[in-house]
């Protein structure tokens, strides 16, 4: 017995001992061992309201290493082909917040990137952080505020999908990258519907202040034809069992007052022998000249430029393609260069003072709109916007106005041109008197004795390019086609419908490419096709 009783008396030192050493060890590697632990408090205000206002944050160490996210970011599940790839984090490893946030950090030296879209400027601020509590106010400024002189922003290719639940959170993302009107895509394929929005037409716009989500879709969407897209449509609309009868989609979305057009500037997935046949035959309100998709973009206008020059209005529009296409590597994604971003394009719409979602609309489908990834672009053609139409008598003179606005720093202009029926008649650089890397402008007389289509176009630094839709000249009532192309273009349409007819002769390998199976359909279409053509040489 008494043998027992010690060994249970040594115990019970043994283990007091040991809870006394792991508290004293505790307490020492809060000196020693492990970092001291500091809390940071940021706050980021609106230079012109002095209110909180949503940014996108990046914080890193002095390694370049991702902080841990705040509680405070803005998270959304999101990911390619509806996949939950992420939620916390956007694909850069940088977050939203609606204006504040705090992290507890170990003790040393931070960066914090703060950014608010392509109108305000960038800030990357270096903090020092020691053991007390350190309370950061950052202020965001514009370098222009485009809204000002009535246009607004818009992406009109955001996947993310939607219930009304997270119509407060979307906003704040499309208020962190200032865009007024953030158009979220229900996305189809031959098999299945991805980024499912709960509703279409008015009962989907979710809009507070001067912000706006509003649903549309890239449906249909095929690797031989293209990839389209319609906004503003009262439904969805999908045709299982005719994917390829674009002409009968595009029909029923102008039926439910929606508009139609093709993604990618008609360069990916062979949108040019789907805007062949739907371009020719009126069906198409515009196309997206600005994205980082495709290669060499942002801006690629070939195809833009061969169907204005055969005498066919398409508004110039913009999207991001979120969350695939973006610009340079991913810090998240190391290798995959997946660095997408809501906004790194846009388009404006000028809509005046009063902003509503009725006026975007209305004055989207008139065209009145320009592209951008960095610079500004005010326009103007005998006083007319882009999108208007003039009607002159033969030897009439046309003033043109256009001026480019950057930012010496961050957006600094190097080049501004007038186009007209795709040749630069008149350019400015930052070799030429009297402009700048902020300000470049051109004002020339141009006598007129045929239709024309005249656009404006700004670069500035990599990656950074506007370009407006075309203001289109007509005399006595005529077109505005470019005779010099026109026959051009033409053959280079028919070529088009050759490739199509190749692809039509048997099935694919790949089971992505279903031509083969609507082959009578669109031989219909090509024969229709064809037939216009044939009446354009006239």
Same mark, same amino acid.
């Given at each position: 017995?008494?043998?027992?009783?010690?060994?249970?008396?040594?115990?019970?030192?043994?283990?007091?001992?040991?809870?006394?050493?792991?508290?004293?060890?505790?307490?020492?590697?809060?000196?020693?061992?492990?970092?001291?632990?500091?809390?940071?408090?940021?706050?980021?205000?609106?230079?012109?309201?002095?209110?909180?206002?949503?940014?996108?944050?990046?914080?890193?160490?002095?390694?370049?290493?991702?902080?841990?996210?705040?509680?405070?970011?803005?998270?959304?599940?999101?990911?390619?082909?509806?996949?939950?790839?992420?939620?916390?984090?956007?694909?850069?490893?940088?977050?939203?917040?609606?204006?504040?946030?705090?992290?507890?950090?170990?003790?040393?030296?931070?960066?914090?990137?703060?950014?608010?879209?392509?109108?305000?400027?960038?800030?990357?601020?270096?903090?020092?952080?020691?053991?007390?509590?350190?309370?950061?106010?950052?202020?965001?400024?514009?370098?222009?505020?485009?809204?000002?002189?009535?246009?607004?922003?818009?992406?009109?290719?955001?996947?993310?999908?939607?219930?009304?639940?997270?119509?407060?959170?979307?906003?704040?993302?499309?208020?962190?990258?200032?865009?007024?009107?953030?158009?979220?895509?229900?996305?189809?394929?031959?098999?299945?519907?991805?980024?499912?929005?709960?509703?279409?037409?008015?009962?989907?716009?979710?809009?507070?202040?001067?912000?706006?989500?509003?649903?549309?879709?890239?449906?249909?969407?095929?690797?031989?034809?293209?990839?389209?897209?319609?906004?503003?449509?009262?439904?969805?609309?999908?045709?299982?069992?005719?994917?390829?009868?674009? #002409?009968?989609?595009?029909? /029923? $979305?102008?039926? &439910?007052?929606?508009?139609?057009?093709? !993604?990618?500037? =008609?360069? +990916?997935?062979?949108?040019?022998?789907?805007?062949?046949? #739907?371009?020719?035959?009126? /069906? $198409?309100?515009? &196309?997206?000249?600005?994205?980082?998709? !495709?290669?060499? =973009?942002? +801006?690629?206008?070939?195809?833009?430029?061969?169907?204005? #020059?055969?005498?066919?209005?398409?508004?110039?529009?913009?999207?991001?393609?979120?969350?695939?296409?973006?610009? =340079?590597?991913?810090?998240?994604?190391?290798?995959?260069?997946?660095?997408?971003?809501?906004?790194?394009?846009?388009?404006?719409?000028?809509?005046?003072?009063?902003?509503?979602?009725?006026?975007?609309?209305?004055?989207?489908?008139?065209?009145?709109?320009?592209?951008?990834?960095?610079?500004?672009?005010?326009?103007?053609?005998?006083?007319?916007?882009?999108?208007?139409?003039?009607?002159?008598?033969?030897?009439?003179?046309?003033?043109?106005?256009?001026?480019?606005?950057?930012?010496?720093?961050?957006?600094?202009?190097?080049?501004?041109?007038?186009?007209?029926?795709?040749?630069?008649?008149?350019?400015?650089?930052?070799?030429?008197?009297?402009?700048?890397?902020?300000?470049?402008?051109?004002?020339?007389?141009?006598?007129?004795?045929?239709?024309?289509?005249?656009?404006?176009?700004?670069?500035?630094?990599?990656?950074?390019?506007?370009?407006?839709?075309?203001?289109?000249?007509?005399?006595?009532?005529?077109?505005?086609?470019?005779?010099?192309?026109?026959?051009?273009?033409?053959?280079?349409?028919?070529?088009?419908?050759?490739?199509?007819?190749?692809?039509?002769?048997?099935?694919?390998?790949?089971?992505?490419?279903?031509?083969?199976?609507?082959?009578?359909?669109?031989?219909?279409?090509?024969?229709?096709?064809?037939?216009?053509?044939?009446?354009?040489?006239?």
């Amino acid at each position: 017995m008494q043998t027992k009783h010690f060994r249970m008396k040594v115990t019970t030192r043994v283990l007091w001992t040991m809870i006394l050493l792991c508290a004293f060890l505790s307490n020492s590697n809060r000196t020693f061992g492990q970092a001291a632990k500091s809390q940071l408090k940021v706050t980021i205000l609106d230079k012109k309201s002095s209110q909180p206002t949503p940014v996108r944050v990046h914080v890193t160490d002095k390694d370049g290493i991702t902080t841990h996210i705040p509680h405070e970011a803005i998270s959304i599940m999101y990911g390619r082909n509806d996949k939950p790839e992420m939620y916390e984090y956007q694909p850069d490893s940088s977050f939203y917040v609606d204006g504040v946030f705090s992290l507890e950090l170990d003790t040393g030296i931070y960066f914090i990137s703060l950014s608010k879209g392509v109108e305000y400027l960038e800030q990357l601020h270096m903090v020092h952080l020691d053991q007390e509590e350190h309370q950061k106010i950052f202020t965001m400024e514009r370098w222009i505020h485009m809204a000002d002189s009535g246009w607004y922003s818009g992406d009109e290719h955001i996947h993310i999908r939607r219930s009304p639940r997270e119509n407060p959170l979307l906003l704040k993302w499309m208020e962190a990258e200032d865009i007024h009107v953030g158009v979220l895509l229900q996305m189809g394929d031959f098999r299945n519907t991805y980024f499912g929005q709960f509703a279409f037409g008015d009962k989907g716009v979710y809009q507070e202040g001067n912000h706006i989500l509003s649903p549309g879709q890239e449906e249909p969407r095929t690797h031989q034809v293209g990839h389209t897209i319609a906004l503003m449509a009262d439904e969805f609309v999908r045709m299982e069992n005719k994917y390829y009868n674009y #002409d009968q989609i595009f029909d /029923r $979305v102008h039926e &439910l007052s929606g508009i139609t057009g093709y !993604a990618h500037q =008609g360069v +990916l997935f062979q949108g040019y022998r789907g805007m062949t046949m #739907d371009v020719l035959s009126n /069906r $198409v309100d515009f &196309l997206e000249i600005l994205q980082f998709c !495709a290669e060499g =973009g942002p +801006l690629l206008t070939m195809h833009y430029y061969h169907f204005l #020059d055969l005498g066919f209005k398409l508004t110039a529009t913009a999207g991001s393609d979120f969350p695939w296409c973006g610009n =340079g590597p991913a810090f998240g994604v190391e290798g995959s260069g997946w660095n997408a971003r809501i906004g790194n394009v846009r388009f404006y719409t000028h809509i005046g003072n009063e902003f509503s979602y009725k006026r975007w609309k209305k004055n989207v489908k008139e065209g009145h709109t320009f592209v951008s990834s960095g610079p500004m672009i005010d326009f103007k053609v005998n006083g007319q916007i882009p999108g208007d139409q003039i009607d002159l008598k033969k030897a009439s003179t046309l003033t043109i106005e256009a001026k480019g606005y950057g930012h010496p720093d961050q957006v600094p202009l190097s080049k501004l041109e007038i186009i007209a029926h795709g040749e630069v008649i008149d350019s400015v650089t930052l070799n030429d008197p009297n402009q700048s890397a902020g300000i470049m402008s051109i004002e020339i007389d141009l006598p007129v004795d045929q239709g024309v289509w005249i656009a404006a176009r700004c670069y500035a630094g990599p990656s950074q390019a506007a370009h407006t839709t075309p203001v289109y000249v007509t005399v006595n009532g005529g077109g505005f086609q470019n005779s010099k192309t026109y026959s051009d273009y033409l053959f280079l349409n028919e070529k088009y419908l050759e490739e199509l007819e190749a692809e039509l002769e048997s099935p694919h390998e790949n089971l992505e490419y279903r031509a083969y199976w609507y082959k009578k359909g669109l031989e219909t279409r090509i024969k229709e096709t064809r037939e216009i053509i044939e009446e354009l040489k006239e």
